[in-house]
């Protein structure tokens, strides 16, 4: 079935990803496949919350939207300081008390630099927090619980 112009354009776009992909991984190209198949059925289904997102990323790409490098510019703002210590490498070498005093080092923005990095705000509360000793908190937390988590699968 042979379709013009921009689905014909996709569609070679998408066979050419998917022929790289599966010189790489094999299986990751069925994953890939299996997951446009499954969108393409729950598009042309009940799912109209999946349909209208997926509609609105098309338009998005219609639409004169800035550039990479537009983008990047504008987030220039935003961006963070990479974090002075990986938490889960201190955690897992010398332990809990050892990671404790090494937070107890770091400032505000530098403890604020590790949650950003590693994800240890899904919440998006404590990148606001005042108190260094919240924030320190909060990295143990999540760092223990990470391991934990993470112990469980091995």
Do not use: C
Not at 59 to 76: E, F, H, K, L, M
Not at 141 to 152: G, K, L, P
């Amino acid at each position: 079935m042979n379709q013009p112009g921009p689905v014909s354009e996709a569609r070679a776009q998408f066979d050419a990803g998917i022929d790289q992909l599966a010189a790489v991984d094999p299986d990751a190209a069925v994953v890939v496949l299996t997951m446009a198949r499954l969108a393409a059925d729950a598009m042309r289904g009940e799912n109209t919350q999946f349909a209208s997102a997926a509609a609105r990323v098309v338009d998005s790409g219609r639409t004169s939207s800035p550039t990479r490098a537009q983008s990047a510019a504008t987030r220039t703002r935003s961006a963070r300081t990479p974090a002075v210590l990986d938490p889960f490498d201190v955690f897992r070498s010398d332990g809990r008390d050892a990671l404790r005093s090494r937070l107890a080092e770091l400032s505000l923005d530098q403890l604020r630099d590790v949650i950003h990095q590693y994800g240890m705000d899904p919440d998006k509360r404590a990148m606001k927090w005042k108190t260094v000793s919240r924030l320190r908190d909060r990295i143990l937390e999540s760092t223990e619980a990470t391991r934990n988590r993470d112990r469980a699968f091995h």
